[in-house]
């Protein structure tokens, strides 16, 4: 009984340890990142030429990625190859799907 309730314990002096690094961690980058260069504000509420430090806290979108018609691996688009409105991983791939006979000539 005794080695379940240490157990018990264990886990929750485990989980306060966690959250309290994270919270730490959390303060850390926040004082660093948010208040660092532009004062307590921040780059949030106000708006203004702020130089480089406005564009880091702008979060980076991933680029979309296509199928390809092809092979069916996904590529980023702007490496893409659309030919007739059908978007291929690269050149070859859209010069060998061009080449494959359709409709009647395909038996």
Do not use: Y
């Not at 880091?56 to 092979?71: D, S």
Request: glycine share 12%; net charge positive.
């Amino acid at each position: 009984m005794r080695q379940i309730f240490l157990l018990i314990l264990l886990f929750i002096v485990g989980q306060w340890l966690v959250k309290a690094l994270r919270r730490h961690d959390a303060q850390a980058s926040q004082r660093t990142g948010g208040a660092g260069a532009n004062g307590a504000a921040g780059a949030k509420g106000q708006s203004g030429a702020r130089g480089p430090a406005s564009a880091q806290a702008q979060p980076q979108l991933a680029e979309p990625m296509i199928r390809c018609a092809e092979c069916g691996v996904h590529a980023p688009k702007s490496d893409s190859v659309v030919v007739a409105g059908q978007p291929f991983c690269s050149a070859a791939h859209a010069q060998r799907h061009g080449a494959h006979p359709t409709g009647r000539d395909a038996r």
